[in-house]
Every structure is written in structure tokens, then in C-alpha cells.
């Protein structure tokens, strides 16, 4: 069974730092990987999705990296703002048949100080 | 908005009321998701409908009945509900549940449930 676990669960970075959010999963044979953020008491923003034959994707300040093998993926945000705190999730899509739901870590909630 | 919506986005209800969630989907996706998210647990999967048709139900009390009339409308039926019960009702979309476009999912804004 596919278990995704994120570290730091919290994270306070002053504004202007780059920062980098960790995700790990045990079961290598993913689709795709997929980094939300999520603001209190609401829903999930999808900001990068990496398929499995990927090994980064970028937009904007935020870059997202793939190693399958070791069975990790990283968010690094350049330049963090306020703006930027909120809870980001890492989600994972297995392959195969009957693989159809996405495997979420607990999250790191991130604070960015003025 | 993000293309997945949800009302209401705050439901009080007691324990013996019968009340209802809806989710819309303006994506033109064939799969829905309801998930329940509670305090410092991971995104719980609670059913799947690909195509209209259930494919999953994870376990999920008999208190929560889910209704997929069409591929854009999801509605997820509440009855004698317990205080565990209350959490943030998600609800998500994707192309289909094998996502073979590999655009992923999109989430509602969710529905924050209280149960008195």
C-alpha cells in the first residue's frame, strides 16, 4: 500500500528565502505526483503535476522535481511572500489497473514572516 | 473558481437532520471524488464515480450515501450523523479515474461540515 509522508510538517521561513518542501512515497511505480496548497478551511489549489516519465516542471516562482527511484519529490519556492503561506500537499497517483485514487501526505504547513 | 463547485460551504446540522452536499463540475470530466479531510489526518477517499457508475466506496458508514445522476453532478446524502462525522467535505474531478490525459485532479473549495 502506497504511504506519501511530507517533512517538515511545519515550516516558518522570513520573507524573501528560498525555501524546499520535501515528499517521499514507498512504492515507486507512480503515474504522476501532484503538489497542491491548501489555505485554512479551504479547498485544494492544484499548483504542479509531474508524470512519472518527468523530472521537473516549473511555473513560476515554485519547481517541482521526480527521482521514482528513491521516492522523492521537491518544491522549491524561490523568493517566499506572505502570500505564500498555506498547507501544501503532496499527492500521489499509482499505475496500474485499478490504481485510481491519489495517496496524500499529511502536509507542511508553511508560515512566511514579514 | 476553480471549476469544481460545492455548496454549501458551511452546513450545521444535528444529529438526527437529513441534508445533502452538492458538487458541479464545469471540466467536462467523467470522474468524481468525495473526500473527507479531518483535523491532522491525510485526504480521506471516501467513493469514486467514473462515467456515472460507483467504482469505490471506501468503507464509508451507511449514513453517507453519495448519488452521481450525470457526470457533472455529485451529491453526497448525510443521515443521523455523529459529531465524528464533522469535517471538510471535498469533492474533486478528473478527465477519468485513470487520468490518462494526466492533467490530475481539481478540488473544490469544499464544504465545512459541523455536526451538533
Known amino acids: 500500500k502506497q504511504e506519501v509522508t511530507q517533512i517538515p510538517a511545519a515550516l516558518s521561513v522570513p520573507e524573501g528565502e528560498n525555501l524546499v518542501l520535501n515528499c517521499s512515497f514507498t512504492?515507486?511505480?507512480?503515474?504522476?505526483l501532484q503538489w497542491f496548497r491548501q489555505d485554512p478551511g479551504k479547498g485544494l489549489t492544484s499548483l504542479l503535476l509531474i508524470q512519472s516519465s518527468q523530472r521537473e516542471q516549473t511555473s513560476g516562482r515554485l519547481n517541482a522535481s521526480l527521482d521514482k527511484s528513491s521516492g522523492r519529490s521537491t518544491l522549491y519556492i524561490a523568493a517566499s511572500q506572505p502570500g505564500d503561506s498555506a498547507t501544501y500537499l503532496c499527492a500521489v497517483k499509482d499505475s496500474g489497473a485499478g490504481s485510481y485514487q491519489l495517496t496524500f501526505g499529511k502536509g507542511t504547513k508553511l508560515s512566511v514572516i514579514p | 473558481e476553480t471549476g469544481v463547485t460545492q455548496t454549501p460551504r458551511h452546513l450545521v446540522m444535528g444529529m438526527t437532520n437529513k441534508k445533502s452536499l452538492k458538487c458541479e463540475q464545469h471540466?467536462?470530466?467523467?470522474?468524481m471524488y468525495w473526500y473527507k479531510q479531518s483535523a491532522k489526518k491525510p485526504l480521506e477517499l471516501m467513493f469514486v464515480?467514473?462515467?456515472?457508475?460507483?467504482?469505490e466506496n471506501n468503507s464509508v458508514p451507511s449514513r453517507f450515501s453519495p448519488e452521481c445522476p450525470n457526470s457533472s453532478h455529485l451529491f453526497l446524502h448525510l443521515h443521523t450523523l455523529q459529531p465524528e462525522d464533522s469535517a471538510l467535505y471535498l469533492c474533486a474531478s478528473s478527465q477519468d479515474v485513470w487520468d490518462r490525459a494526466n492533467y490530475g485532479y481539481t478540488f473544490g473549495s469544499g464544504t465545512r461540515l459541523t455536526v451538533v
Open positions: 471540466l467536462g470530466h467523467n470522474a
Open positions: 464515480y467514473n462515467f456515472k457508475e460507483q467504482t
Open positions: 512504492d515507486s511505480a507512480i503515474y504522476n
